[in-house]
């Protein structure tokens, strides 16, 4: 089953609109991650989480984290067409993972100039 | 100049086949892996090597061996190809310490 599993699956907005995405997760983990990919092409590390952390900022990305919840949120600020890609959250588990990535299924976010 | 390369790129082949996906990263990272990214575009690890040593291997058909000659390269070879491996393959490597990967582009395998 998947670990993470993120809503909306799809966003349309429009340019300078903000865009939030949600992603939540079965087990314990030692961090969660988000990244990008844009159409045919590889994942873009975006930013990373630590389970110790509540919340995170890099420049016009916020992420939070509820470890009671089992859920993260990412928010984008004043979105902008290139922001136009698939966004997926993945999370870390602890113990003896070697870092391995587990997956949500993804949000598609599309920004209209 | 790039990080993570992979080829080819695009593989189009015939059920029953033999195929390799090369997989090479300049970064000077020690452990490599390998998702699988399908229709759905759900991303799944196969398997990851750390300095040469398989650390990870997921349920994956043995018809999936992989192979790591030296800890910047990492190939995936797949035999007897079926219709169900079509898919888009992503190699991936991450430094000691750091949790955070760095992925190739991709290679998108078509079975006919």
């Known amino acids: 089953s998947q670990q993470g599993e993120e809503d909306p699956q799809a966003l349309s907005i429009q340019e300078g609109e903000n865009a939030t995405m949600n992603c939540s997760y079965k087990t314990s983990i030692n961090n969660l991650q988000w990244y990008r990919q844009n159409s045919g092409r590889g994942l873009v590390h975006l930013i990373l989480i630590r389970s110790n952390e509540r919340e995170k900022h890099s420049g016009r990305l916020r992420v939070t984290l509820d470890t009671s919840k089992k859920s993260s949120s990412l928010l984008i600020t004043a979105s902008r067409a290139a922001d136009t890609a698939s966004y997926f959250c993945a999370t870390v588990s602890g113990g003896t993972s070697y870092g391995k990535l587990t997956f949500g299924q993804g949000t598609i976010l599309t920004v209209h100039p | 100049d790039t990080a993570v390369s992979q080829t080819p790129k695009y593989l189009v082949t015939q059920m029953g086949n033999d195929k390799s996906i090369k997989c090479e990263q300049n970064?000077?990272?020690?452990?490599m892996y390998w998702y699988k990214q399908d229709s759905k575009k759900f991303l799944k690890i196969m398997f990851s090597y750390n300095n040469k040593e398989l650390i990870i291997n997921e349920t994956v058909p043995n018809r999936f061996s992989p192979k790591s000659p030296d800890k910047a390269h990492l190939n995936l070879h797949i035999n007897s190809l079926e219709l169900g491996d079509s898919a888009v393959y992503f190699c991936?490597?991450?430094?000691?310490?750091?949790?955070?990967?760095?992925f190739g582009p991709g290679t998108r395998l078509t079975v006919t």
């Open positions: 991936a490597s991450r430094g000691a310490g750091a949790y955070e990967q760095y």
């Open positions: 970064l000077g990272h020690d452990t």
